[in-house]
């Protein structure tokens, strides 16, 4: 299927949409298996989770410089080739690993499909967290679209900005990976809700800051730091509140919802741009900032986490 993909565009749009429920399908998984990992190594949930997140980012700061040289070495044909036989090795690494996951069910049975859910859709703790960080997801969207025409019209620049940037946020990421779990420490709410306010206040300064590359940078390396502070204390958050054979399902439901407000994080996005990139910053920054400092409160009385019981990947009940 990937030989025609560079010759006719449709076989593109229904590749890019296959590979978007099988990703959705794999980090459901991937969330489910983070828990016994933590358990098998020994760890702490923030700390696997932490681990998971520092490999993110060194493949966001190597992963383009790889596709680039491949695309200029072998075209781009080749490139999809040895992407796809990438995730081949992953399926052997995953198969040999040992990891195993056997199905967990409820005391009680329940007889259909949504019935399952209902438990998590009563929790008011998850549904709160799910809820609020929608929100975030949707004002990152907004500055997902806006990102490209800040280098081309605000700062009159090109592709070589583009990927220093990138490479820049990809940085604060690797350091805020590594800086994650003393950062969380115990107030997981806190360290949740809090970074996604950063996240904003770097956003604001790009908005209304005079444009000037070193503010970009600057912004983007300590809103890449917060967003990955904020992404292992939302899936820790996440694990911790539910039992185990809840795993899956919370990371399908976080996944639906977030993935619903990124889409109207992109519609809103479109009214800013081309002509005004910098307003998208300032119109993201608002709900992030309100929704951090509104989270912080809920989240300091809601989500704090007793280490004692919440090591190597166990479940505390609420």
Known sequence: ????????????????????????????????????????????????????????????????????????????????????ASFVLLLLIVAMSGLRRAPQEHETEKSTLLADYRPLLGNRRVMVATGALSLEVFATAIA??????????????????????????????????????????????????????????????I?????????????????????SVHNVAVRTLLQSECPPADHGKVAAIYGAVTRTAAIGGYVVGGFFVPDDAPAA????????????QVGERFGNVAFGIDDGNHRRGQFAPS
């Open 1 to 84: 299927m990937l030989s025609p993909v560079p010759y006719y565009p449709a076989f593109t749009l229904v590749g890019a949409a296959l590979l978007s429920v099988l990703f959705t399908i794999t980090s459901a998984a991937s969330f489910a298996l983070i828990p016994i990992l933590a358990s098998a190594l020994g760890m702490t949930l923030a700390r696997a989770n932490s681990f998971l997140e520092m490999v993110r980012s060194l493949g966001m700061l190597a992963g383009p410089v790889a596709g680039g040289v491949l695309v200029g070495w072998m075209g781009s044909k080749n490139a999809l080739l040895i992407d796809a």
């Open 144 to 205: 997902d679209v806006a990102f490209v025409f800040l280098i081309i019209m605000s700062l009159k620049s090109g592709p070589a900005t583009f990927g220093v940037l990138t490479a820049l946020w990809a940085a604060g990421m690797l350091v805020g990976a590594a800086l994650a779990e003393r950062i969380i420490g115990r107030r997981i709410g806190l360290a949740a809700f809090g970074t996604a306010a950063i996240m904003g206040a770097t956003m604001l300064l």
């Open 281 to 292: 910053y300032v119109a993201q920054s608002a709900p992030s900032c309100d929704f951090g």
């Open 207 to 227: 908005g209304l800051a005079p444009v000037s590359l070193v503010i970009v940078a600057i912004a983007f390396i300590v809103g890449g730091g917060a967003n």
